[in-house]
Each structure stands twice: as C-alpha cells, then as structure tokens.
C-alpha cells in the first residue's frame, strides 16, 4: 500500500448540477496575447474529456485571435456522435501556475465550459466529494 | 415530395432538429429554410477572414512545412503576415495587428499537426434531465 501525504492549498467548491454538484478548479484566462479574458472562473472538471479547456463558444471567440488551422482541429467520438472542436492557443493561471495551453469549442453548437484531461495530467489534485471541494495539492516530504 | 438522405452526421441532425424546435418549425419547413439561405449564400462573394485565413494556410501548407517546420506563422486578413523562430515573436506581432482583427492563425508548423486527430469525450458530458424535456 501506497502512503502519501498531501497538503491542500487551493480549493474550489463544487457547483451545483441538477441532483450532484459537480467538482470544479477556478482558474483565469488569458488570450495568448495577454489579454484577460475572464477571471476566477468556477469550470467543472471533467475526466472523460481528452481535450484541454472547453469554452462556450460566447466566450471562445475572445481566442479567436490565434486559431489553429481547420484541418488541424480535432475531433472526439461521444456517445451521440463525432464532435468537431475548433482550438486556439491561450494562457491559463491556476493558483500560482501560468500555462499555455488550448481552449476548444465545438465547431456546431454552443459548447460548455470543462477542464480535461490534457490539463489534468498537468495538475495535482483531490476530489474531495463529501467536503464538495476539488483541491490542488502539494506533496508533503 | 419524399426525400431519404443516407450518411448524414447524426450530431449535426440532432443539432438541426433541436434548432427547428426552438424556432417553432417542422423538420420539413426548417429543411427548405435551409436549403434556401444556403442556395442564396453560396454564391455570395464576400469571404469571411476565417476563411480567407484558413485557405492561404492550406494553399501554403506544403511549402511551409518544407521550408519552415518548427517556427511559428501567423495569418491574418488573408495573407502570410509572417514567419517567426520564437512563438514570443509571433505573440508581438499578432498583438500589433490591432484590436479590429478578430480572427487569425497562429500555428507552430509541423508540431501542431501532431496534435490533430480524433478524441475521446466518453460520455459527452451527460446531464441529468427529466425524460419529458428530451
């Protein structure tokens, strides 16, 4: 068995769904440029998606400024189908970290606002369901 | 008159078909709304930066990726405005185009096409809903 200890140091509370909230990381974002977009955002995390950041398209279009090319989007299979993303480069700030990284949206429809897993991978984090907070963490040596 | 269609994108129907309620209208009546406005756009002239955009990168993609694989090209109102070795130079000069451009391409040749390709988004994010809304 595992032993490992970590320090909670910023916490988000879970937002409200229809029956379970949902747990969420706050971040800000910034076009690639600098610009601050929106900040201290509430987005939900979600596991199931690859991407990075999925953003409403309302709010995408602050990113537009440096958009991949068409043919280099990608697209994810979901239980209903195929959905096409349209992606451009961005600055995310969570807590102290400053990344880059890509903000999606779908190419038809509105989009939603979640956090990924190609963010994911980047953090250290604890769901912590019953306290409905979603924590980045420090190992403790 | 009856049409059937075979192989289309079932997202893009469901889409359409949520469209066609919120506007009040039969699938049929929101099928010929949309076979119109098409018919009347296609042949509008005016192209839009999005595209003017994206077809300058893909009538230079070949060359680029030739001459000028892992630096950083920026597109914008539909011609090549540069090619830069730092993505820090291409930030600047995007930042200098001016605040009325509103769409431009920012790629790094070669390695963003890596990124490409097909995901998975398992459960599209599924909420719940009341069966009666669906």
Partial sequence: ?141 | MTLVIKKLNPEIVRLFKAEAVKRGLLLNQAIEEAITLWLNTGRSVVETDFEANNRVYESMKEELRKNHSGKFIVIAEGRLVGVFSEESEAIEVLRRLGEHIKHAILTQVGADDERAGELEWWGGSIERQSAQNS
């Fill in chain 1, 1 to 141: 068995m595992v032993g490992r200890v970590y320090r909670a140091s910023e916490c988000s509370e879970f937002v409200d769904a229809k029956k379970n909230p949902a747990p969420t990381l706050t971040l800000t974002l910034y076009s690639i440029t600098g610009d601050k977009v929106i900040e201290n955002i509430r987005i939900p995390v979600d596991t199931g998606y690859e991407g990075p950041i999925m953003l409403t398209s309302e709010l995408y279009r602050f990113f537009m400024r440096a958009e991949l090319p068409r043919t280099l989007w990608r697209s994810y299979r979901t239980l209903s189908g195929t959905v096409i993303m349209r992606a451009s480069r961005a600055i995310v700030k969570i807590a102290n970290m400053e990344l880059e990284t890509f903000v999606e949206s779908p190419f038809l429809g509105e989009g939603k606002l979640l956090i990924g897993r190609e963010l994911l991978n980047k953090l250290a984090i604890i769901i912590d369901g019953r306290r409905k907070e979603t924590c980045l963490v420090e190992d403790i040596h």
